[in-house]
């Protein structure tokens, strides 16, 4: 059998250092890979040597990444028995960064979702979003330029805890008695039930770190959208806490809009952040008609599920969207789609999201002029006509390649430029 992992001959890890998005990484470092479930290695082997090609393009030599392979998903069972090992958790934290194509949560006991585990046990409480047209991407807006956001999504509780009983269970039956007996809250007897907790703790560390990226990267504006008007003790609580956590620990650098309203300005302030809010149903209709106006987002989990994609689609869709679950010690960056089992090895899909959470990992790394020669030969071979099957259909005259082959045309793009 297999070991589960081998530490690389040569490179150094980062470590279990980060600390919300403030650390070093050294010329060699050794960085984490899980392939994943179906089309997973496919992207994955298009997608490592675009991630060689441009480091080496930028920095001749002088930088290079070891790639260290962690077991998880499919492939994991077969060869340990175990969907996630123990191990494969402690090679992410030595790495301290690593990359995934998708999994696949098997079907039947065990975990509810291999990414929501992973995210869990590693504490990665924050997934990063951003989502920005790729030139020559085709959409369905007039306009996909004017989209440029950056989601931050709780990843911890919300409803994707998990803390849910089956309708007709004893356990349903239990909570159903107890709230009606103390709550004086009546329900169907054979309700589902599930419980939604919201912590002051989870969301003032995504909404801190939301602020922080905004500083760090001169934006100006950080949104909290939510349901609070309906679900005022969850969702309306996560809008009261990032507001505190705005006003008591960056109150030097940021406004609020009532603020902009009392003293007739229209315009935010050279080096001032305006932090506002928004109710999730009317931020869907404002991504549409008025999404210049938003920059940084930081909602709950669902709400950020939902919010993610919608916006994706809006660029071209998921296929051309990068991810990222990041925490205080590590950070793991992700192909933001599924499996897609019946694609699985045809070396047919687009490897676009995966390319562009490379240069998200890159760019975290501090390795700017590796992170922009993944997006120039992105939009450049796009421009040119050579497509995945996903983008052909929506560009006529264009040549339809493989996702191998786009990668190679990405890779002799860099080599030129």
């Known amino acids: 059998m297999k070991p589960i992992f081998e530490k690389p001959h040569e490179g150094q890890w980062i470590g279990n250092d980060i600390i919300s998005l403030n650390f070093s990484v050294p010329s060699n470092p050794i960085i984490g890979f899980i392939e994943g479930d179906g089309v997973g290695p496919d992207l994955w082997s298009a997608s490592m040597p675009v991630f060689d090609a441009v480091v080496e393009k930028a920095y001749s030599g002088d930088r290079k990444i070891y790639w260290s392979k962690i077991y998880a998903g499919e492939e994991s069972f077969r060869l340990f028995g175990s969907y996630f090992p123990e191990e494969s958790f402690d090679l992410i934290r030595q790495c301290g960064i690593a990359i995934k ?15 929501v585990t992973l995210r869990r046990k590693l504490d990665l409480y924050a997934c990063l979003r ?19 956001m950056v989601v931050f999504r709780e990843n911890t509780e919300d409803v994707y805890a ?11 039956r239990k909570m159903i008695n107890f709230l009606e007996t103390e709550m ?3 329900l169907p007897i054979d309700a589902g039930i599930g419980v939604k907790p919201m912590s002051p703790l989870a969301t003032k560390r995504l909404v801190r770190m939301a602020i922080k990226f905004a500083l760090d990267n001169g934006r100006n504006r950080v949104t909290l959208v939510h349901k ?22 960056f109150g030097d650098v940021t406004l609020f809009e009532n603020e902009l309203e009392r003293n007739h ?30 920059s940084v ?25 990068p991810g990222a679950n990041i925490g205080d010690r590590c950070a793991v960056f992700e192909a933001t789609h599924g499996s897609a089992p019946k694609y699985a090895g045809l070396d047919k899909v687009n490897p ?4 562009l959470s490379g240069a998200m990992m890159l760019r975290l790394m501090g390795w700017n002029e590796a992170a922009d020669l993944i997006e120039q030969g992105l939009s450049s071979t796009i421009q040119s006509g050579v497509v995945t099957y996903d983008l052909a259909r929506q560009l006529p005259g264009s040549t339809e390649v493989s996702c191998s082959g786009f990668a190679k045309a990405i890779v002799g793009w860099i080599k030129k430029g």
């Open 101 to 115: 194509g998708p999994l696949t949560t098997p079907v039947g006991g065990g975990f509810r979702s291999l990414n």
């Open 130 to 148: 951003p989502v920005r047209h790729v030139t020559g991407t085709p959409s369905p807006m007039i306009r996909p330029q004017d989209v440029d």
């Open 162 to 172: 998990g803390i849910e009983w089956k309708s007709g269970s004893d356990q349903a």
């Open 184 to 186: 004086d809250v009546r």
């Open 228 to 249: 609070g008007n309906i679900m005022k003790y969850t969702e309306g609580a996560f809008r009261d806490w990032g507001y505190e956590v705005a006003r008591e620990e």
């Open 265 to 294: 300005q229209v315009h935010i302030p050279q080096g001032k952040i305006l932090v506002n809010d928004r109710i999730a149903d009317a931020m869907f209709q404002q991504a549409l008609l008025r999404p210049k106006e938003y």
């Open 297 to 321: 987002l930081a909602m709950p989990n669902l709400n950020g599920d939902y919010m993610s994609d919608a916006l994706a689609a809006q660029v071209g869709g998921l296929g051309m969207a």
């Open 352 to 355: 676009g999201s995966m390319l």
